[in-house]
């Protein structure tokens, strides 16, 4: 699966690579994971390159297969294609791959907005899924040879409450709902996060004022 990742991530930078090296040198680089979604979304295939990034970063989330369709400053989102090697034993796509896709999508939430607080840092430290339906390709999609598709959506407005007024150290959950191909809610995700203020962070802005 890893090699995969890497082929996939290969291929997206020869088809976005041009497009993308006139964005960067007409507009230059952006600082945020939004502004370099806003940047790949802009080109060719380019939500596919930045997943495929992101998986070679984190070579277990790549094999999940999964697309980040959304990261802006209301809400993250990612969808999951429904594969055989997803599933389990019972025709769904299997626990873990949703808590995964789960964990991708709050995780990438949390340090959008950690970027914004300089003085605070976090780390995943508990993963709790909830599973409420199964998902699985519909049966009339099924029939046609199509795929169905999870998706999972992350408030920002959600994960900046968590992060306000973090004063010392804390641990707070952050939930990604699950929807399957029909809109139907199948899992909830909900990652406990463990904050803490970052002292040297914290120090040097001091200093400089």
Request: charged share 15%; glycine share 8%; hydrophobic share 45%.
């Amino acid at each position: 699966m890893l090699l995969v990742g890497l082929l996939e991530a290969l291929l997206g930078f020869l088809l976005v690579l041009a497009p993308l090296c006139v964005h960067l040198a007409t507009k230059g680089a952006p600082r945020s994971y939004d502004g370099w979604f806003s940047v790949f979304s802009s080109v060719p295939c380019g939500r596919r390159a930045f997943s495929s990034l992101i998986g070679v970063i984190a070579p277990y989330t790549a094999s999940i297969g999964a697309t980040l369709q959304e990261v802006s400053a209301s809400s993250v989102t990612a969808s999951m294609p429904d594969r055989p090697w997803l599933r389990n034993p019972f025709s769904s796509v299997h626990a873990i791959a949703l808590a995964n896709l789960g964990e991708l999508t709050t995780g990438i939430a949390v340090l959008s907005a950690l970027q914004g607080l300089k003085s605070v840092r976090g780390i995943p430290v508990a993963v709790n899924t909830s599973y409420e339906k199964k998902a699985r390709t519909p049966r009339r999609l099924a029939q046609t040879h199509a795929r169905g598709t999870v998706t999972c959506t992350c408030s920002m407005a959600s994960v900046l409450e968590a992060l306000r007024d973090v004063q010392e150290p804390c641990r707070k959950p952050i939930e990604g709902v699950l929807t399957n191909a029909k809109g139907e809610r199948v899992a909830v995700c909900s990652v406990v996060w463990a904050f803490s203020l970052n002292l040297k962070q914290k120090g040097e802005n001091a200093a400089a004022t």
